[in-house]
């Protein structure tokens, strides 16, 4: 029997898929590739795969709020997306059967029922997904952020003919009615048994955890972290258990429970032995032994910040656990080439500081635009493939961010390195000005030096904008030593190897 994606037993930081070596790297479709009746997830598995694209990630319930609601004058915060599908179009676990009709004007859901649409949907998209060697994030739950996306819900009172989700919002993910949590296990029990045959996949047990902020709803009544965290727990248990008598044993992901977007602490989830892998997002402030991990980027705000992309990777280095940069949403609503680059620029900073990366990709739409547009294939596309190839090209597993490895950079630029000591170095060096600052896009030109051991190198410089090596080989002997980098825009790879 073959064996599901799992962690690489040399380097638990990273995985095996096939017997090979796996950095997840995505710039994926937002998250409706099963729930969405008109998202084609064959054409659009088919450019993930030739994009060399290793994740896409997918919800398996939760869909966005499509228009403004005038109701409770709350406006979607993401653009259009699959994620977002026309009321009819949403493919629920659950069959609409009425009596009687939701708030979205089509029938009600009956939760003492499966829809075989749904499931037969699922399995399609897996077997579609490892027929190509990419791996799916089935992302079983997420936060309902406010009273008019939680009404789009099937577990929702409003919804079904079950009698089932009197709840307010705030308390969707917190275990406090038994009969919404024995709802929710049911279906966490139903899909593992569905998709237990395929090995490309691992469950995220809910996107983005929180608690709500104090003052809300009256202190004795919101949802505290730690009914949060067990509710989380009851999920991963249920996993587990569900799998127990089944053939394959899948990882489990989860992202750690904030106050409210506020500081998060590490330590609340390195402990537990059930959770595989972390998640984290762009947004979210966590501290780890004390140290704060400053928030990777304002939501959309084209912030680049690739000093805290190196720090937070390379604290959290120690823990000899997967760091999964989930979502990136820095600059992912201005589908035009700065903000492209912007996350270009941080992709190749996480996973040169020992991370896996994914950013939504919102030019991939249903109906005919599964694979972006020209614009997108040609740049943010076509980049992510440029890395996916240079990384699977090394051998990561025996490498370690190092972040002192350089010891003088071109002016306005960061160099950031992952290596193997005396053997291989991969140095991606950035121009790391923000967008608002009016030198942008001026070439950037200087020596790069840096120490290496005793011995012989040989160095090639790559574009991760052509996704090549440029130049002749330059030799290189040990000891305090550098490059001279020509004039460049935006980004070069520096790859160093022994043995020149």
Same mark, same amino acid.
């Given at each position: 029997?073959?064996?599901?994606i799992?962690?690489?037993?040399?380097?638990p930081?990273y995985?095996?898929y096939?017997?090979?070596?796996?950095?997840?790297?995505?710039?994926?479709?937002?998250?409706?590739? /099963? +729930?969405n009746r008109?998202?084609?997830?064959?054409a659009y598995?088919? =450019? &993930?795969a030739?994009?060399?694209?290793? $994740?896409?990630?997918?919800?398996?319930?939760?869909?966005?709020?499509?228009?403004?609601d005038?109701a409770?004058?709350v406006k979607?915060l993401?653009?259009h997306?699959?994620?977002?599908?026309?009321?009819?179009?949403?493919v629920?676990?659950w069959?609409r059967s009425?009596?009687?009709f939701?708030?979205?004007g089509?029938p009600?859901f009956?939760l003492?029922?499966?829809?075989?649409e749904y499931?037969e949907?699922?399995?399609?998209?897996?077997?579609?997904?490892q027929?190509?060697? /990419? +791996?799916i994030?089935?992302?079983?739950?997420s936060?309902t952020?406010? =009273? &008019?996306v939680?009404?789009?819900?099937? $577990?929702?009172?409003q919804n079904?003919i079950?009698?089932?989700g009197d709840?307010?919002?705030?308390?969707?993910i917190?275990?406090?009615?038994?009969a919404l949590?024995?709802r929710?296990?049911a279906?966490?029990?139903?899909?593992?048994e569905?998709?237990?045959?395929?090995?490309?996949f691992?469950f995220e047990?809910?996107n983005?955890p929180?608690?709500?902020?104090?003052?809300m709803l009256?202190e004795t009544e919101?949802?505290t972290?730690?009914?949060?965290d067990?509710?989380?727990e009851?999920?991963?248990?249920?996993i587990?258990?569900?799998?127990?008598?089944l053939p394959?044993?899948?990882l489990?992901?989860q992202?750690?429970?904030e106050n409210?977007?506020?500081d998060?602490a590490?330590?609340q989830?390195l402990g537990e032995?059930?959770?595989?892998?972390?998640n984290l997002?762009d947004?979210?402030?966590?501290t780890?032994?004390?140290l704060?991990?400053?928030?990777?980027?304002?939501?959309?705000q084209r912030?680049l910040?690739?000093?805290?992309?190196?720090h937070?990777w390379?604290?959290v280095h120690e823990?000899?656990?997967?760091?999964?940069f989930d979502e990136?949403?820095?600059?992912?609503?201005?589908?035009d080439?700065?903000s492209?680059?912007?996350?270009?620029?941080?992709a190749w900073?996480t996973v040169?500081s020992?991370?896996?990366?994914n950013?939504?990709?919102?030019?991939?739409q249903a109906g005919?635009q599964?694979?972006?547009?020209?614009?997108?294939?040609a740049?943010?596309?076509?980049?992510?493939?440029?890395?996916?190839?240079?990384i699977h090209?090394?051998?990561?597993?025996?490498m370690?961010?190092?972040?002192?490895?350089?010891s003088?950079t071109?002016?306005?630029?960061i160099?950031?390195?992952?290596?193997?000591?005396?053997?291989a170095?991969?140095?991606?060096?950035a121009?790391q000005r923000?967008?608002?600052d009016p030198s942008l896009?001026?070439?950037?030109?200087g020596?790069?030096a840096?120490?290496?051991?005793?011995?012989?190198?040989?160095?090639?410089?790559?574009?991760?904008?052509e996704?090549?090596?440029t130049g002749?080989?330059?030799d290189l002997?040990g000891?305090?030593?550098g490059?001279?980098?020509?004039?460049?825009s935006?980004?070069?790879?520096?790859?160093?190897?022994?043995g020149?």
């Amino acid at each position: 029997m073959s064996t599901p994606i799992g962690l690489h037993p040399e380097n638990p930081r990273y995985f095996l898929y096939n017997g090979r070596p796996l950095v997840l790297i995505t710039a994926t479709e937002h998250y409706g590739a /099963v +729930i969405n009746r008109n998202f084609d997830y064959v054409a659009y598995l088919d =450019d &993930a795969a030739e994009k060399r694209q290793t $994740l896409s990630r997918c919800f398996l319930l939760f869909r966005e709020l499509q228009v403004f609601d005038p109701a409770t004058q709350v406006k979607p915060l993401n653009p259009h997306s699959p994620c977002k599908p026309l009321p009819g179009e949403y493919v629920s676990p659950w069959p609409r059967s009425g009596p009687g009709f939701a708030t979205d004007g089509y029938p009600k859901f009956d939760l003492d029922q499966w829809n075989p649409e749904y499931f037969e949907r699922l399995q399609g998209f897996l077997e579609a997904a490892q027929a190509r060697n /990419v +791996i799916i994030e089935l992302t079983l739950f997420s936060s309902t952020y406010s =009273d &008019a996306v939680w009404g789009l819900n099937p $577990l929702n009172i409003q919804n079904n003919i079950n009698g089932v989700g009197d709840i307010p919002w705030q308390d969707y993910i917190s275990g406090r009615d038994a009969a919404l949590t024995e709802r929710q296990m049911a279906y966490v029990s139903k899909v593992v048994e569905v998709v237990n045959g395929y090995d490309c996949f691992y469950f995220e047990v809910c996107n983005e955890p929180f608690t709500t902020r104090a003052g809300m709803l009256p202190e004795t009544e919101f949802a505290t972290q730690a009914e949060v965290d067990g509710w989380q727990e009851a999920v991963r248990d249920q996993i587990r258990a569900t799998e127990t008598g089944l053939p394959r044993k899948h990882l489990i992901f989860q992202v750690p429970v904030e106050n409210w977007r506020t500081d998060t602490a590490l330590e609340q989830i390195l402990g537990e032995e059930s959770v595989d892998a972390i998640n984290l997002h762009d947004y979210q402030q966590l501290t780890y032994k004390g140290l704060i991990l400053a928030p990777l980027s304002r939501f959309m705000q084209r912030d680049l910040r690739l000093t805290r992309i190196q720090h937070l990777w390379t604290a959290v280095h120690e823990t000899g656990k997967p760091f999964v940069f989930d979502e990136d949403n820095a600059a992912t609503s201005s589908l035009d080439e700065e903000s492209w680059i912007v996350h270009r620029k941080r992709a190749w900073a996480t996973v040169c500081s020992g991370g896996h990366y994914n950013m939504i990709d919102f030019s991939i739409q249903a109906g005919g635009q599964e694979a972006g547009t020209p614009a997108s294939q040609a740049m943010i596309r076509s980049w992510m493939k440029n890395l996916s190839a240079l990384i699977h090209g090394v051998d990561f597993v025996q490498m370690a961010p190092e972040p002192e490895f350089a010891s003088g950079t071109p002016d306005n630029t960061i160099a950031i390195t992952l290596a193997q000591p005396g053997r291989a170095y991969v140095v991606y060096v950035a121009d790391q000005r923000e967008v608002d600052d009016p030198s942008l896009g001026q070439p950037c030109q200087g020596r790069l030096a840096f120490t290496l051991p005793a011995g012989s190198y040989w160095v090639r410089l790559y574009s991760p904008a052509e996704g090549k090596y440029t130049g002749e080989p330059q030799d290189l002997a040990g000891g305090e030593t550098g490059i001279d980098l020509g004039p460049f825009s935006h980004d070069i790879v520096v790859h160093i190897e022994a043995g020149g």
